[in-house]
């Protein structure tokens, strides 16, 4: 890390975020059997027996707290069973919730985001069994920051590292709907239209995808900070290919596309809570899609990409008309304004 | 710096220095000192740093593309002088390996 | 009737690969290669590296960008007189790439991390609004940008602005640029891509001139990736032809005589004087500045502006590898500078093509870094 202070950039998901948890956090890992810190995916895998417990753990600061289409208590459980599921872990034990208060924070919306956490653990199948509350001054922290844990056993464990040249890349559905919900919303930009997350729990979508494709499902992960093009770049960057992603086939809702050309943002670089993008081998490709539109949550999902020998870890995109490289997102993508 | 994005007016103002414009669902209000013609709401605007520059006329985009289709018979194969040369070419290469 | 996703037309990629490929045919007849072209508008840059239009042309073919980033051009000490402005207590105003400009030792950035009044606008009226807010402060409007953006700045000054408000100018005129390049001895540029919505505001009339004088045909262009596609191939056909003509090729937008109410306001208010652009030293009629008669409202003539009291050392000393000059003029590419993409970046700019998201090297950043991937197939 350059700087001798963190900066917002350090927690948006993209390069910076990454070069702060190698360049800090990677000294804390030490050898486990199975998949720990230093694979730096979703989270950790640990042999127990012939079966594996799969832990993931995630913060949850997002701003506003309500949102069209959910609020930061969806999405503390969304978020983790979603990790789980990206680890191929799709029948989540239980979830753990951890809650830090500012004083002065409203009881009505405590019991709201409540009644959204309830309501998700049980779309999700994951019981929350344990947790932690404590109140910070005034000030101290803003609003409410929200930590969930989350624990399951997996027969199989599937990686973010895992494509070959020749595999094609999946996405689950439309790309941006959640960051563009929340930036809208959160920087007052004047925009009306229809923009909502898409925060849901994918478990049962991936155990569908799972079951279709078998060991044929070699990479998952979920696009949140950072979006499509920040997951890509680590999968190219983990198993050493190239990935060429086609841009006509990414599926955008039409008020995200809107929204995102007039604020000048990338809908590939923009957070989504509902997505998966999945590396499959050739072969069980269109038997995977088939599998995910069958799911309510699949119903827009779309072969997007291959992964390629050439240029490893970087990412091409063909725009339809041309080709260019896909830059590794920074940061928070700020709107250029018009 | 504005890309100069196309909107569609909604309604102008009562004193008629500006209207609402709807650029792909998102709406933003733009002043109409310099554009070249006279707005209705319907009519389409190009917008640039918050003044629209420019009505659209309706018709402009099927004569836009009617146009590429002209520019692309006339070149390449469409241009009779562009066979020629080309021949010419091609018989001076067949000749400088000779 | 036109729909505002119509323009999504000019995105079809089958039309696309027509277009292409007619102009590899075209370069090809051309029987010389490279054919050089400029364009001189950060637009068009971000079209054409945003859709991966260089991977799309022929090989025989650049497609070069000129001084076509009005903020890029942009000289030092205009900066430093903003800069100064500011360090001597008004509230500047500029749009959001004026703001990490490097000046002589500072930026706007610098003097509002410093505890200047710096604020960033989307709207020239936005400005004028805040003087109106706030009548006790001196409001500077640091006014960036060609003639499409100045037009905008007559039509506050025409429409009354408060006495507390003043218009520092640093908009620039941009068919100097094409004369500019035009006259380089290193060049071979053999055609021009004219600024589309440049020419929305002045007309493609006042090309003809140009395209006489320098026998370098002239094309108008529109942003949408078609758009520059048939205007390139058309190009590319007029230089085969041995033709010096201007073609509109953007005649949704763009007339002959161009937006004439625009224009007249543009006139009452600024006059095209000499000065120098950064980079490229002094450009002949290349600058807009208001003409005599506002010298109410020109901040030159209504405060003493210290420039002196910012200047002092450059900071950064990796100034001197920086190439913006040729990038601008179109000697160098982006990806030719020792420094992009490392030292050089949008968060840590040095040069001021880093800065402007109308400048080559940000644009080239933004969309991958080497937006012309030639050799992938």
Redesign the interface.
């Known amino acids: 890390m350059a700087g001798e202070k963190v900066a917002l950039?350090h927690g948006a998901g993209g390069r910076a975020m990454r070069a702060l948890i190698e360049d800090v956090f990677l000294a804390l890992a030490s050898p486990v059997d199975g998949i720990g810190l230093s694979a730096l995916d979703d989270g950790a895998a640990l042999r127990v027996g012939d079966r594996w417990l799969v832990v993931t753990t995630d913060s949850h600061v997002v701003h506003p707290i309500f949102f069209p289409g959910g609020d930061i208590g969806r999405l503390s459980v969304c978020g983790t069973v979603n990790d789980l599921a990206m680890m191929g872990a799709t029948e989540p034990l239980a979830l753990t919730c951890a809650v830090i208060l500012e004083e002065g924070f409203a009881r009505a919306d405590l019991e709201r985001i409540r009644d959204s956490m309830l309501e998700a653990s049980r779309e999700a199948g994951a019981p929350i069994v344990t947790g932690d509350t404590k109140v910070m001054g005034r000030g101290e922290v803003d609003g409410v920051v929200l930590n969930t844990t989350g624990v399951a056993l997996a027969d199989r464990v599937v990686s973010d590292a895992g494509l070959r040249p020749g595999d094609r890349i999946l996405v689950t559905g439309t790309v941006g709907d959640h960051g563009m919900a929340v930036m809208t919303r959160r920087h007052q930009l004047?925009?009306?239209?229809d923009l909502r997350s898409d925060v849901a729990p994918l478990n049962g979508l991936v155990r569908e995808a799972l079951r279709a494709g078998g060991e044929d499902v070699v990479a998952m992960k979920d696009p949140t900070r950072g979006g499509l093009a920040s997951v890509l770049h680590e999968m190219a960057g983990k198993a050493k290919v190239g990935v060429v992603l086609r841009e006509?086939d990414v599926p955008v809702n039409?008020?995200v596309?809107?929204?995102c050309?007039?604020l000048?943002i990338d809908p590939l670089v923009v957070a989504n809570e509902g997505k998966a993008v999945i590396g499959v081998r050739p072969a069980a490709a269109d038997r995977v899609l088939a599998a995910l539109r069958a799911h309510p949550l699949g119903r827009r999902a779309a072969i997007v990409g291959t992964a390629l020998a050439?240029?490893p870890g970087q990412v091409?995109?063909?725009?339809?008309?041309?080709?260019?490289?896909?830059?590794e997102p920074?940061g928070e993508p700020l709107p250029?304004?018009? | 710096m504005c890309l100069g994005v196309p909107g569609k007016v909604l309604t102008i103002s009562e004193d008629g220095l500006s209207a609402l414009v709807d650029f792909f669902g998102v709406k933003r209000e733009l002043r109409l000192d310099i554009v070249d013609e006279p707005v209705q709401p319907g009519d389409y605007v190009l917008n640039h740093v918050g003044f629209a520059i420019r009505r659209i006329p309706p018709s402009e985009v099927a004569e836009t593309l009617a146009l590429f289709d002209q520019i692309l018979k006339e070149a390449g194969s469409g241009d009779l002088m562009a066979e020629d040369v080309r021949g010419e070419i091609a018989s001076g290469k067949e000749r400088d390996r000779g | 009737m036109a729909s505002a996703l119509d323009e999504l037309k000019f995105r079809d990629p089958e039309k696309a690969r027509a277009l292409t490929e007619a102009l590899a045919r075209e370069v090809e007849a051309v029987g010389r290669a490279p054919v050089s072209v400029m364009h001189v508008c950060g637009s068009h840059e971000q079209a054409i590296a945003r859709f991966g239009l260089r991977a799309a042309f022929p090989r025989g073919l650049d497609v070069i960008m000129g001084p076509g980033c009005p903020v890029c051009v942009t000289d030092t000490p205009e900066v430093d007189e903003a800069v100064a402005l500011a360090a001597q207590g008004a509230r500047v105003c500029t749009y959001g790439d004026m703001l990490r400009l490097p000046g002589t030792s500072r930026s706007l950035a610098d003097a509002q991390a410093e505890g200047g009044k710096v604020e960033v606008v989307y709207s020239v009226s936005q400005a004028v609004d805040l003087a109106r807010q706030r009548p006790a402060e001196q409001v500077v409007f640091f006014a960036s940008g060609f003639e499409t953006t100045a037009v905008a700045t007559a039509a506050v000054v025409l429409a009354g602005v408060p006495e507390n408000f003043s218009v520092l100018s640093a908009h620039k005129y941009v068919p100097a640029a094409m004369d500019v390049v035009s006259e380089m001895k290193e060049t071979n540029i053999e055609g021009f891509v004219a600024a589309g919505h440049a020419a929305t505001i002045t007309g493609w009339g006042i090309f003809e001139p140009f395209a006489r004088r320098t026998g370098n045909p002239v094309v108008v262009a529109g942003f949408e990736p078609l758009d520059v596609l048939a205007a390139v191939l058309e190009l590319v056909r007029l230089i085969r032809l041995k033709r010096a003509e201007v073609v509109n090729c953007y005649p949704r937008c763009v007339t002959r005589e161009g937006n004439r109410p625009a224009q007249e306001k543009l006139w009452r208010v600024f006059d095209v004087v000499s000065g120098n652009w950064r980079g490229i030293a002094r450009v002949p009629r290349g600058n807009l500045e208001l003409k005599p008669e506002w010298d109410r409202v020109n901040a030159r003539r209504r405060f003493q502006i210290d420039t002196a009291a910012v200047g002092g050392a450059a900071r950064n000393t990796l100034a001197d590898q920086c190439i913006c000059g040729s990038i601008m003029s179109g000697l160098a590419k982006p990806d030719q500078c020792v420094l992009f993409g490392k030292e050089c970046r949008p968060e840590s700019p040095v040069g001021a093509c880093m800065v402007s998201s109308e400048g080559a090297c940000k644009i080239w950043h933004v969309y991958g870094g080497h937006p012309d991937l030639q050799e992938v197939a």
């Open positions: 950039k004047g925009l009306e239209g006509p039409p008020e596309r809107a929204a050309e007039v000048g050439e240029r091409i995109l063909d725009t339809g008309l041309g080709r260019r490289l896909l830059a920074d250029r304004i018009c």
